[in-house]
């Protein structure tokens, strides 16, 4: 990756999905996740690692700087005081196409549930939303397959 991009997991439900993407980061230079809510961690609330997590990460919790936020507001604030570009990965009308999207060299991405998407609080003080053109049936991705893909297109 060659911009520095901070992702930004709002909510995730599944162990499974954030541990993906936690490997997916990794490989392509993320420089921090901010896990936001109900999402899962690395570790549980002992701090003993979880077996469930690392199974799927494969050891990227250890190379890619995270922490854990109550909420998004103060994290979105922060960020965007740092100098860092607000991106929401959803799908409302209006959203850029994510292909034509171009970023800043500083960008967050925030990506949501996989039922409810990102938060209202969050689209609103989002600088831009982009989607993924969906040309099948379905009318989206899995959030780990589309975090990779967003974050592949956005580096």
């Given at each position: 990756?060659?911009?520095t991009?901070?992702?930004?997991?709002?909510n995730?439900?599944?162990?499974?999905?954030?541990?993906?993407?936690?490997?997916?980061?990794?490989g392509?230079?993320?420089s921090?996740?901010?896990?936001?809510?109900?999402?899962?961690a690395?570790?549980?609330?002992?701090?003993?690692?979880?077996?469930?997590f690392?199974?799927?990460?494969?050891?990227?919790?250890?190379?890619?700087?995270?922490?854990?936020?109550?909420?998004?507001?103060?994290?979105?604030?922060?960020?965007?005081?740092?100098?860092?570009?607000?991106?929401?990965?959803?799908?409302?009308?209006?959203?850029?196409?994510l292909?034509?999207?171009?970023?800043?060299e500083?960008?967050?991405?925030v990506?949501?549930?996989?039922?409810?998407?990102?938060?209202?609080?969050?689209?609103?003080?989002?600088?831009?939303?982009?989607?993924?053109p969906?040309?099948?049936?379905?009318?989206?991705?899995?959030?780990s397959?589309?975090?990779g893909i967003?974050?592949?297109?956005?580096?």
């Open positions: 990756m060659t911009k991009c901070v992702l930004v997991l709002e995730i439900r599944s162990v499974e999905n954030a541990g993906s993407i936690f490997r997916t980061a990794d392509l230079g993320v921090k996740i901010i896990l936001i809510g109900t999402t899962p690395p570790v549980d609330r002992f701090g003993r690692k979880r077996a469930d690392a199974k799927v990460s494969l050891g990227a919790e250890d190379s890619v700087e995270w922490e854990y936020r109550e909420e998004i507001g103060s994290v979105i604030k922060g960020l965007k005081s740092d100098g860092f570009m607000i991106i929401a990965l959803e799908q409302p009308p209006g959203a850029k196409n292909r034509e999207f171009k970023t800043k500083l960008f967050a991405l990506v949501g549930n996989e039922v409810h998407g990102v938060s209202k609080e969050a689209l609103a003080k989002a600088d831009a939303i982009v989607e993924i969906m040309l099948g049936r379905k009318e989206s991705l899995n959030v397959v589309s975090t967003a974050l592949f297109v956005l580096s």
